[in-house]
């Protein structure tokens, strides 16, 4: 039973460009959040997915956007990359009553 | 809003020692908690989970951690320490925002455990 796949694994980008992260979720799971963690901090709630629509968001800015499809898969969208994006991506999926979550390994992005 | 707070940056103990890791949480109504642990550059692995019952709650790798309401707290426990549980270690509560379950993550405790 595959748990969560996060793709890519690392990537490098410049400042100003735009960034796709993307993440499948684990096999009966429905929603998925996504999580920014900086560099010896714990991770920020970007915002969440169900029946492919956006169902909360936290405190970051219209900058990060994202998409749900059909099969639940999810990808996450920066724009206008600033240094100060540069982190692990992490993906949680998880079913709608939010009792297990399921963490993939993460995408670490360095902005430069 | 649920939050839980991890008091200590950092915990040091030696192999073969019992080890805590602490965490309180602030909740409205019966609290959903949860800890986690990640390695480097690694995402976060489920250690164990509390939503009812026994207090004791235990999990993966022999961890275990015990649910205390009177003292809002949700400890993590091993009683014997090993060089490779060394790792950042992460307590969570099931937060309600606007009808959906979201994660709410304390800042993290990182575990050495000496040789």
């Known amino acids: 039973d595959a748990g969560v796949t996060q793709s890519p694994t690392h990537l490098i980008k410049t400042r100003g460009q735009q960034v796709t992260l993307r993440c499948s979720p684990k096999s009966g799971h429905d929603t998925v959040s996504w999580y920014q963690q900086a560099l010896g901090q714990g991770p920020q709630f970007i915002f969440q997915?169900?029946?492919?629509?956006?169902?909360q968001r936290g405190n970051f800015p219209d900058r990060f956007s994202g998409h749900q499809f059909p099969n639940y898969s999810s990808e996450l969208n920066v724009n206008a990359l600033l240094l100060g994006d540069s982190a692990l991506y992490l993906c949680a999926s998880s079913t709608s009553t939010g009792v297990g979550y399921t963490f993939g390994s993460g995408t670490r992005l360095t902005v430069v | 809003a649920q939050s839980v707070a991890q008091p200590e940056d950092q915990v040091n103990v030696a192999e073969g020692n019992p080890l805590t890791v602490k965490c309180t949480y602030s909740v409205s109504g019966n609290p959903y908690l949860f800890w986690y642990v990640q390695y480097p550059n690694r995402g976060l692995q489920f250690l164990l989970k509390?939503?009812?019952?026994?207090?004791l709650v235990k999990g993966s790798y022999g961890f275990e951690a015990e649910f205390n309401k009177s003292q809002t707290s949700f400890h993590l426990k091993k009683p014997s320490a090993l060089v490779s549980d060394s790792a950042l270690y992460f307590c969570?509560?099931?937060?309600?925002?606007?009808?959906?379950?979201?994660?709410?993550f304390g800042r993290g405790t990182s575990l050495i455990v000496h040789p």
């Open positions: 969570a509560v099931r937060d309600l925002r606007g009808g959906s379950y979201i994660p709410t």
């Open positions: 509390y939503i009812t019952g026994d207090n």
């Open positions: 997915y169900y029946e492919e629509e956006e169902r």
